[in-house]
Protein backbone atom coordinates (compact mmCIF):
# COMPACT_ATOMS: atom_id res chain seq x y z
CA UNK A 1 0.00 0.00 0.00
CA UNK A 2 1.26 3.43 -0.58
CA UNK A 3 2.56 5.75 2.09
CA UNK A 4 1.60 9.12 -0.18
CA UNK A 5 -1.72 10.07 1.05
CA UNK A 6 -2.83 13.61 1.48
CA UNK A 7 -6.18 13.96 3.48
CA UNK A 8 -7.85 17.07 3.28
CA UNK A 9 -11.15 18.75 4.74
CA UNK A 10 -11.01 21.58 1.93
CA UNK A 11 -12.10 19.45 -0.93
CA UNK A 12 -15.58 17.38 -1.21
CA UNK A 13 -15.31 13.95 -0.16
CA UNK A 14 -16.18 11.44 -2.55
CA UNK A 15 -19.41 9.89 -3.26
CA UNK A 16 -18.15 6.65 -3.72
CA UNK A 17 -15.00 4.24 -3.66
CA UNK A 18 -12.68 7.14 -5.44
CA UNK A 19 -9.70 9.10 -4.63
CA UNK A 20 -9.78 13.02 -5.49
CA UNK A 21 -6.76 13.34 -7.54
CA UNK A 22 -3.71 10.96 -7.78
CA UNK A 23 -0.39 12.87 -8.58
CA UNK A 24 1.79 10.90 -10.48
CA UNK A 25 4.84 11.30 -13.26
CA UNK A 26 4.50 15.13 -13.64
CA UNK A 27 0.75 14.34 -14.21
CA UNK A 28 -2.65 15.04 -11.73
CA UNK A 29 -5.62 12.86 -12.81
CA UNK A 30 -8.49 14.49 -11.14
CA UNK A 31 -11.73 12.35 -10.84
CA UNK A 32 -15.42 13.45 -11.90
CA UNK A 33 -16.10 17.17 -10.27
CA UNK A 34 -19.14 18.54 -9.34
CA UNK A 35 -20.42 22.39 -8.22
CA UNK A 36 -20.62 21.44 -4.45
CA UNK A 37 -19.67 23.47 -1.69
CA UNK A 38 -18.76 21.28 1.12
CA UNK A 39 -18.29 23.75 3.79
CA UNK A 40 -21.97 24.98 3.07
CA UNK A 41 -22.80 21.29 2.21
CA UNK A 42 -24.77 22.91 -0.81
CA UNK A 43 -25.61 22.48 -4.63
CA UNK A 44 -23.81 26.02 -5.79
CA UNK A 45 -25.98 27.62 -8.13
CA UNK A 46 -29.50 26.65 -7.29
CA UNK A 47 -31.89 29.97 -7.73
CA UNK A 48 -35.38 28.73 -6.19
CA UNK A 49 -34.33 25.22 -7.53
CA UNK A 50 -33.00 26.26 -11.18
CA UNK A 51 -29.84 25.69 -11.37
CA UNK A 52 -27.00 28.18 -13.25
CA UNK A 53 -23.93 26.68 -14.97
CA UNK A 54 -21.74 29.95 -14.09
CA UNK A 55 -20.97 29.46 -10.32
CA UNK A 56 -21.55 25.38 -10.83
CA UNK A 57 -17.99 25.41 -13.03
CA UNK A 58 -16.52 28.34 -10.27
CA UNK A 59 -16.94 25.90 -7.73
CA UNK A 60 -15.38 23.11 -9.60
CA UNK A 61 -12.41 24.98 -10.13
CA UNK A 62 -12.66 26.22 -6.55
CA UNK A 63 -12.31 21.90 -5.45
CA UNK A 64 -9.87 21.73 -8.47
CA UNK A 65 -7.68 24.09 -6.66
CA UNK A 66 -8.07 23.14 -3.48
CA UNK A 67 -6.40 20.04 -4.59
CA UNK A 68 -3.23 22.34 -5.93
CA UNK A 69 -3.03 23.59 -2.57
CA UNK A 70 -2.98 19.93 -0.59
CA UNK A 71 -0.06 18.72 -3.25
CA UNK A 72 1.48 21.58 -2.04
CA UNK A 73 1.90 23.32 -6.37
CA UNK A 74 1.81 26.60 -7.26
CA UNK A 75 -0.53 25.88 -10.46
CA UNK A 76 -2.39 22.60 -11.73
CA UNK A 77 -1.78 23.27 -15.72
CA UNK A 78 -4.56 21.71 -17.40
CA UNK A 79 -4.10 19.39 -20.65
CA UNK A 80 -6.65 17.81 -21.16
CA UNK A 81 -10.89 18.45 -19.77
CA UNK A 82 -13.62 16.32 -20.53
CA UNK A 83 -17.20 18.23 -19.85
CA UNK A 84 -20.31 16.45 -19.05
CA UNK A 85 -23.59 18.62 -19.25
CA UNK A 86 -26.82 17.12 -17.93
CA UNK A 87 -28.39 19.96 -20.60
CA UNK A 88 -27.20 22.41 -23.17
CA UNK A 89 -29.51 25.46 -22.57
CA UNK A 90 -26.75 27.74 -21.08
CA UNK A 91 -23.95 26.02 -23.08
CA UNK A 92 -23.31 29.69 -24.48
CA UNK A 93 -21.41 30.65 -21.43
CA UNK A 94 -18.97 27.50 -20.71
CA UNK A 95 -16.08 28.98 -22.53
CA UNK A 96 -16.81 32.23 -20.89
CA UNK A 97 -16.20 30.33 -17.57
CA UNK A 98 -13.50 28.01 -19.11
CA UNK A 99 -11.71 30.98 -19.72
CA UNK A 100 -12.09 32.75 -16.26
CA UNK A 101 -11.02 29.68 -14.32
CA UNK A 102 -8.15 28.39 -16.99
CA UNK A 103 -4.75 30.46 -17.35
CA UNK A 104 -4.28 28.68 -20.62
CA UNK A 105 -7.49 26.25 -21.93
CA UNK A 106 -6.82 22.96 -22.33
CA UNK A 107 -8.06 20.31 -25.16
CA UNK A 108 -11.81 20.15 -24.26
CA UNK A 109 -14.11 17.95 -25.00
CA UNK A 110 -17.87 17.95 -24.01
CA UNK A 111 -20.96 15.78 -24.40
CA UNK A 112 -24.63 15.62 -22.50
CA UNK A 113 -25.08 12.40 -20.16
CA UNK A 114 -27.13 12.33 -16.99
CA UNK A 115 -25.39 13.34 -13.95
CA UNK A 116 -25.82 12.49 -10.31
CA UNK A 117 -29.05 14.25 -9.98
CA UNK A 118 -31.08 17.12 -11.39
CA UNK A 119 -29.57 20.22 -9.55
CA UNK A 120 -26.21 19.32 -11.21
CA UNK A 121 -25.77 20.77 -14.54
CA UNK A 122 -22.00 20.21 -15.37
CA UNK A 123 -19.33 17.13 -14.14
CA UNK A 124 -15.72 18.20 -15.19
CA UNK A 125 -12.78 15.40 -15.29
CA UNK A 126 -9.44 16.01 -16.28
CA UNK A 127 -5.40 15.41 -16.63
CA UNK A 128 -3.60 17.75 -15.39
CA UNK A 129 0.25 18.91 -15.12
CA UNK A 130 2.65 20.38 -12.96
CA UNK A 131 5.01 20.92 -15.29
CA UNK A 132 5.76 24.11 -17.94
CA UNK A 133 6.31 23.04 -21.11
CA UNK A 134 3.11 22.41 -22.20
CA UNK A 135 2.43 23.88 -26.10
CA UNK A 136 -0.86 24.69 -27.26
CA UNK A 137 -1.62 24.21 -30.76
CA UNK A 138 -4.38 24.77 -33.77
CA UNK A 139 -4.94 24.01 -36.60
CA UNK A 140 -4.60 25.98 -39.58
CA UNK A 141 -7.80 27.51 -40.73
CA UNK A 142 -9.93 25.51 -38.56
CA UNK A 143 -11.68 27.99 -36.39
CA UNK A 144 -14.57 25.12 -34.85
CA UNK A 145 -12.96 25.79 -31.30
CA UNK A 146 -13.25 29.34 -30.64
CA UNK A 147 -10.72 30.21 -28.02
CA UNK A 148 -9.76 26.50 -26.94
CA UNK A 149 -6.79 25.00 -28.49
CA UNK A 150 -7.14 21.57 -30.77
CA UNK A 151 -4.17 19.89 -29.87
CA UNK A 152 -2.18 20.03 -26.41
CA UNK A 153 1.11 18.43 -26.31
CA UNK A 154 3.16 17.89 -23.66
CA UNK A 155 6.32 15.98 -23.78
CA UNK A 156 5.77 12.16 -25.87
CA UNK A 157 1.41 13.07 -24.88
CA UNK A 158 -0.85 14.46 -27.55
CA UNK A 159 -4.38 15.36 -26.33
CA UNK A 160 -7.37 16.69 -29.15
CA UNK A 161 -10.08 18.61 -27.96
CA UNK A 162 -13.22 16.76 -29.50
CA UNK A 163 -13.71 16.81 -32.94
CA UNK A 164 -16.96 16.30 -35.02
CA UNK A 165 -17.72 16.19 -38.77
CA UNK A 166 -17.72 20.41 -39.13
CA UNK A 167 -16.48 22.15 -41.94
CA UNK A 168 -13.44 24.50 -40.88
CA UNK A 169 -15.75 27.21 -40.26
CA UNK A 170 -17.65 24.67 -37.37
CA UNK A 171 -20.52 24.03 -39.62
CA UNK A 172 -21.93 20.71 -39.11
CA UNK A 173 -21.39 18.44 -43.05
CA UNK A 174 -24.14 16.42 -44.49
CA UNK A 175 -26.69 16.37 -42.31
CA UNK A 176 -27.79 13.29 -41.26
CA UNK A 177 -25.02 11.16 -42.93
CA UNK A 178 -23.14 9.69 -40.16
CA UNK A 179 -20.18 8.48 -42.73
CA UNK A 180 -19.48 11.70 -44.13
CA UNK A 181 -19.67 13.70 -40.62
CA UNK A 182 -17.36 10.24 -39.21
CA UNK A 183 -14.75 10.48 -42.25
CA UNK A 184 -14.65 14.09 -41.89
CA UNK A 185 -14.07 13.61 -37.75
CA UNK A 186 -11.48 11.45 -38.40
CA UNK A 187 -9.83 13.67 -41.06
CA UNK A 188 -9.62 16.17 -38.41
CA UNK A 189 -7.64 13.73 -36.04
CA UNK A 190 -5.33 12.68 -38.74
CA UNK A 191 -4.84 17.21 -39.47
CA UNK A 192 -4.17 17.53 -35.55
CA UNK A 193 -2.16 14.44 -34.90
CA UNK A 194 -0.02 15.95 -38.20
CA UNK A 195 0.67 19.34 -36.52
CA UNK A 196 2.94 17.35 -33.82
CA UNK A 197 4.31 14.73 -36.37
CA UNK A 198 2.53 11.99 -35.51
CA UNK A 199 -0.05 9.51 -36.80
CA UNK A 200 -2.91 7.68 -36.17
CA UNK A 201 -0.73 4.95 -35.74
CA UNK A 202 0.29 7.10 -32.12
CA UNK A 203 -3.36 6.70 -31.14
CA UNK A 204 -3.23 4.92 -28.05
CA UNK A 205 -6.84 5.58 -27.10
CA UNK A 206 -10.78 7.26 -28.64
CA UNK A 207 -13.89 7.80 -26.65
CA UNK A 208 -16.41 8.16 -29.01
CA UNK A 209 -20.07 10.18 -28.35
CA UNK A 210 -22.28 8.61 -30.95
CA UNK A 211 -25.72 9.69 -30.86
CA UNK A 212 -27.51 7.31 -32.19
CA UNK A 213 -27.02 3.49 -31.78
CA UNK A 214 -28.29 2.69 -35.02
CA UNK A 215 -25.76 4.32 -36.44
CA UNK A 216 -23.13 2.41 -34.43
CA UNK A 217 -22.30 -0.46 -37.41
CA UNK A 218 -22.08 2.54 -40.00
CA UNK A 219 -19.60 4.43 -38.04
CA UNK A 220 -17.67 1.23 -37.43
CA UNK A 221 -17.25 0.85 -41.07
CA UNK A 222 -15.02 4.38 -41.27
CA UNK A 223 -13.21 3.79 -38.23
CA UNK A 224 -12.06 0.54 -39.05
CA UNK A 225 -10.87 1.48 -42.39
CA UNK A 226 -8.97 4.75 -40.51
CA UNK A 227 -6.86 2.65 -37.88
CA UNK A 228 -6.14 -0.54 -39.03
CA UNK A 229 -5.29 -3.59 -36.77
CA UNK A 230 -4.40 -3.20 -33.90
CA UNK A 231 -6.82 -0.39 -33.35
CA UNK A 232 -6.74 1.87 -30.35
CA UNK A 233 -8.45 1.21 -27.54
CA UNK A 234 -11.74 2.71 -27.32
CA UNK A 235 -15.25 3.35 -25.95
CA UNK A 236 -18.70 4.48 -27.89
CA UNK A 237 -21.40 5.91 -25.52
CA UNK A 238 -24.42 7.01 -26.59
CA UNK A 239 -25.13 10.69 -25.88
CA UNK A 240 -25.66 13.96 -26.88
CA UNK A 241 -23.26 16.80 -28.35
CA UNK A 242 -23.48 20.44 -28.46
CA UNK A 243 -25.05 21.21 -32.00
CA UNK A 244 -28.01 18.67 -32.74
CA UNK A 245 -26.99 18.13 -35.88
CA UNK A 246 -23.79 16.62 -35.13
CA UNK A 247 -23.41 12.63 -34.82
CA UNK A 248 -20.55 11.88 -33.85
CA UNK A 249 -18.03 13.64 -31.68
CA UNK A 250 -14.06 11.23 -31.47
CA UNK A 251 -12.03 12.32 -28.22
CA UNK A 252 -8.88 11.09 -28.74
CA UNK A 253 -5.09 10.52 -27.13
CA UNK A 254 -1.73 9.70 -28.37
CA UNK A 255 1.64 9.17 -27.64
CA UNK A 256 4.24 9.25 -29.23
CA UNK A 257 8.17 8.06 -29.30
CA UNK A 258 7.35 4.77 -26.78
CA UNK A 259 7.64 1.45 -27.18
CA UNK A 260 3.37 -0.33 -27.32
CA UNK A 261 2.15 -3.55 -26.23
CA UNK A 262 -1.15 -4.58 -27.67
CA UNK A 263 -3.31 -6.83 -25.73
CA UNK A 264 -6.36 -8.89 -27.17
CA UNK A 265 -8.89 -11.09 -27.50
CA UNK A 266 -7.71 -14.43 -29.00
CA UNK A 267 -11.31 -14.33 -30.96
CA UNK A 268 -11.37 -13.95 -34.18
CA UNK A 269 -15.00 -12.12 -35.64
CA UNK A 270 -15.97 -9.65 -37.67
CA UNK A 271 -13.02 -6.76 -36.92
CA UNK A 272 -10.35 -8.82 -35.35
CA UNK A 273 -10.11 -10.74 -38.68
CA UNK A 274 -6.38 -12.42 -38.27
CA UNK A 275 -5.68 -15.12 -36.10
CA UNK A 276 -2.01 -14.61 -35.85
CA UNK A 277 -1.76 -10.54 -35.43
CA UNK A 278 1.72 -9.18 -35.24
CA UNK A 279 2.81 -7.26 -31.86
CA UNK A 280 -0.39 -7.80 -30.12
CA UNK A 281 -0.53 -10.64 -27.34
CA UNK A 282 -3.16 -12.60 -27.58
CA UNK A 283 -5.63 -13.68 -24.23
CA UNK A 284 -8.05 -16.44 -24.51
CA UNK A 285 -9.77 -15.06 -21.19
CA UNK A 286 -11.22 -11.67 -23.17
CA UNK A 287 -14.57 -11.71 -24.99
CA UNK A 288 -15.23 -11.31 -28.31
CA UNK A 289 -14.53 -7.41 -29.79
CA UNK A 290 -17.96 -6.62 -31.68
CA UNK A 291 -16.09 -3.24 -32.44
CA UNK A 292 -12.50 -2.27 -34.20
CA UNK A 293 -11.09 -2.27 -31.36
CA UNK A 294 -7.87 -3.59 -29.37
CA UNK A 295 -8.50 -4.59 -25.11
CA UNK A 296 -5.34 -2.73 -24.00
CA UNK A 297 -1.79 -0.74 -25.08
CA UNK A 298 0.69 -0.24 -23.08
CA UNK A 299 3.62 2.26 -23.74
CA UNK A 300 6.58 2.77 -21.50
CA UNK A 301 5.12 4.64 -18.82
CA UNK A 302 1.32 4.71 -19.49
CA UNK A 303 -1.55 1.99 -20.04
CA UNK A 304 -4.75 2.08 -21.78
CA UNK A 305 -7.83 -0.47 -21.57
CA UNK A 306 -10.64 -0.24 -24.12
CA UNK A 307 -14.43 0.29 -22.51
CA UNK A 308 -15.27 -3.10 -21.12
CA UNK A 309 -18.78 -4.56 -20.81
CA UNK A 310 -20.17 -7.36 -19.45
CA UNK A 311 -20.06 -10.45 -22.45
CA UNK A 312 -18.86 -14.26 -22.45
CA UNK A 313 -16.39 -15.87 -24.61
CA UNK A 314 -19.46 -16.50 -26.83
CA UNK A 315 -20.71 -12.97 -27.02
CA UNK A 316 -23.43 -13.30 -25.10
CA UNK A 317 -25.00 -10.98 -22.44
CA UNK A 318 -24.11 -11.68 -18.59
CA UNK A 319 -26.40 -11.29 -15.73
CA UNK A 320 -29.19 -9.62 -17.45
CA UNK A 321 -30.86 -7.60 -15.03
CA UNK A 322 -27.64 -8.02 -12.35
CA UNK A 323 -25.45 -5.13 -12.07
CA UNK A 324 -23.56 -6.80 -9.59
CA UNK A 325 -22.26 -9.72 -11.85
CA UNK A 326 -22.08 -7.48 -14.78
CA UNK A 327 -19.38 -5.02 -13.01
CA UNK A 328 -17.90 -8.16 -12.03
CA UNK A 329 -17.10 -9.50 -15.58
CA UNK A 330 -16.00 -6.21 -16.43
CA UNK A 331 -13.47 -6.35 -13.57
CA UNK A 332 -12.15 -9.71 -14.34
CA UNK A 333 -11.66 -8.94 -17.71
CA UNK A 334 -10.20 -5.45 -17.48
CA UNK A 335 -8.00 -7.20 -14.56
CA UNK A 336 -6.97 -10.25 -17.07
CA UNK A 337 -6.05 -7.23 -19.69
CA UNK A 338 -3.82 -5.73 -17.01
CA UNK A 339 -2.14 -8.78 -15.94
CA UNK A 340 -1.76 -9.58 -19.66
CA UNK A 341 0.38 -6.14 -20.09
CA UNK A 342 2.32 -7.02 -16.94
CA UNK A 343 0.28 -4.23 -15.07
CA UNK A 344 -2.77 -5.19 -12.45
CA UNK A 345 -5.78 -3.17 -10.91
CA UNK A 346 -3.23 -1.07 -8.14
CA UNK A 347 -1.76 0.90 -11.48
CA UNK A 348 -5.33 2.44 -12.11
CA UNK A 349 -5.11 5.88 -12.07
CA UNK A 350 -8.15 6.70 -13.85
CA UNK A 351 -11.93 4.70 -14.37
CA UNK A 352 -13.96 6.44 -16.30
CA UNK A 353 -17.90 4.65 -15.79
CA UNK A 354 -20.95 4.61 -17.38
CA UNK A 355 -24.05 3.47 -16.08
CA UNK A 356 -27.87 2.78 -17.71
CA UNK A 357 -29.43 3.61 -14.34
CA UNK A 358 -28.29 5.61 -11.67
CA UNK A 359 -30.52 3.28 -9.29
CA UNK A 360 -27.93 1.30 -9.66
CA UNK A 361 -24.87 3.14 -8.24
CA UNK A 362 -24.57 1.80 -4.62
CA UNK A 363 -24.69 -2.14 -5.71
CA UNK A 364 -21.85 -1.22 -8.70
CA UNK A 365 -20.12 0.44 -5.79
CA UNK A 366 -19.89 -2.86 -3.76
CA UNK A 367 -18.72 -4.76 -6.30
CA UNK A 368 -16.16 -2.49 -7.89
CA UNK A 369 -14.30 -1.58 -4.46
CA UNK A 370 -13.24 -5.07 -4.02
CA UNK A 371 -10.79 -5.00 -7.03
CA UNK A 372 -8.65 -2.42 -5.06
CA UNK A 373 -6.56 -2.05 -2.00
CA UNK A 374 -7.28 1.55 -0.80
CA UNK A 375 -6.59 4.37 -2.04
CA UNK A 376 -8.57 3.83 -4.99
CA UNK A 377 -8.60 5.06 -8.27
CA UNK A 378 -9.73 8.70 -9.48
CA UNK A 379 -12.90 7.94 -11.00
CA UNK A 380 -15.78 9.56 -13.10
CA UNK A 381 -19.12 8.35 -13.91
CA UNK A 382 -22.21 9.20 -15.32
CA UNK A 383 -25.44 7.85 -17.02
CA UNK A 384 -25.44 6.93 -20.91
CA UNK A 385 -26.65 4.90 -23.55
CA UNK A 386 -24.50 1.24 -24.14
CA UNK A 387 -24.48 -0.32 -27.53
CA UNK A 388 -26.42 -3.25 -26.72
CA UNK A 389 -29.80 -4.41 -25.15
CA UNK A 390 -29.30 -5.66 -21.65
CA UNK A 391 -25.94 -4.16 -20.98
CA UNK A 392 -25.57 -2.13 -17.35
CA UNK A 393 -22.63 -0.68 -17.44
CA UNK A 394 -19.17 0.39 -19.28
CA UNK A 395 -16.17 0.85 -17.33
CA UNK A 396 -12.80 2.04 -19.39
CA UNK A 397 -9.52 2.75 -17.47
CA UNK A 398 -5.91 4.12 -17.48
CA UNK A 399 -3.39 2.90 -15.53
CA UNK A 400 0.18 4.25 -15.09
CA UNK A 401 2.50 1.31 -13.98
CA UNK A 402 3.86 1.67 -10.39
CA UNK A 403 1.24 3.77 -9.23
CA UNK A 404 0.69 3.04 -6.01
CA UNK A 405 4.42 2.91 -4.93
CA UNK A 406 4.99 6.04 -6.93
CA UNK A 407 1.73 8.11 -6.89
CA UNK A 408 0.11 10.45 -4.44
CA UNK A 409 -3.63 10.03 -3.50
CA UNK A 410 -5.34 13.36 -2.79
CA UNK A 411 -8.86 12.47 -0.65
CA UNK A 412 -11.49 14.35 0.71
CA UNK A 413 -12.35 13.08 4.21
Given at each position: ??????????I????G?????????????V??????????????????G?P??????????N???G?????K????D?LK????????D?F???????T?????????????Q?????S?????????????N????N??????????????Q???????S???????????I????????????LE????????????????????????D???F??????Y??????PY?T???I???????????E????A?????????????T??Y????D??????D???T???????????T?????????V?????GK???????K???K?I?????????T??S?????????????????Y???N?????????????R?????????????IE?????VP????????????
Open positions: MTSNILRSKEPIGLPYSNAIHINDFVFSGTLGFNRNKKEVVGNNAKSLKPQVDQIFNINISKVLVDNIMINSYLSSWQAHLEEVLKNCEQLPAISMSGGLLNNFLIEIDCIGTTKNVKRIIPDLSGFGNMPAIVIDDYVFLGFAGIDKNGKVKKGDIQAQTRQAWVRIGLEQVGATPRDVIKNHTTIVWRDDKYNEIAEFYGQPRASQGTLSDPDRLIFDVMIVNQERKYVDTAIGQQTKARPNVTLDRLPGVAPHCAGIRDEFISISGMATDLELVGPGDIAQTAMDGISNALELGSADDIVKSIVTLVDWRHEEFSVYESYFTPPYPTTTFQGGLAQYGLLIEVFANAKENGTYVIGE
